[in-house]
Nanobody, 127 residues
Framework: QVQLVESGGGLVQAGGSLRLSCAAS????????MGWFRQAPGKEREFVVA????????AYADSMKGRFTISRDNAKNAMYLQMNSLKPEDTAVYYC????????????????????WGQGTQVTVSS
């Protein structure tokens, strides 16, 4: 069982930056594919980015490419999301997620591909 806790959310002006963190415990973090999803009010949860177990492979949603950067530190059981050039439409609750079971050939982008979820952290971007 893997527990995930996000932090780093907050209120930022458009054009600003935030760095989200995800702390993992209770499992073999360094074998898990990790990801970030987000959910805006009244909308479905959507894929943001995923990273392979060793950080060697990443996959981004098109709207985040060039603005967001995912990374992980397996020695610290942590994952990060650096978000730059934030826009009001980036306002959402951001969720850390882990896929720790089963093989991974292509980095997953669907909610039900993932096994564990954090409680989320709110990101609000003002215009």
């Amino acid at each position: 069982q893997v527990q995930l806790v996000e932090s780093g959310g907050g209120l930022v002006q458009a054009g600003g930056s935030l760095r989200l963190s995800c702390a993992a415990s209770g499992g073999a973090f360094n074998t898990c594919t990790m990801g970030w999803f987000r959910q805006a009010p009244g909308k479905e949860r959507e894929f943001v980015v995923a990273i392979s177990w060793n950080g060697g492979n990443t996959a981004y949603a098109d709207s985040m490419k060039g603005r967001f950067t995912i990374s992980r530190d397996n020695a610290k059981n942590a994952m990060y999301l650096q978000m730059n050039s934030l826009k009001p439409e980036d306002t959402a609750v951001y969720y850390c997620t882990a896929k720790c079971q089963g093989p991974v050939v292509v980095l997953p982008r669907r909610i039900y591909d993932y096994d564990y979820w954090g409680q989320g952290t709110q990101v609000t971007v003002s215009s």
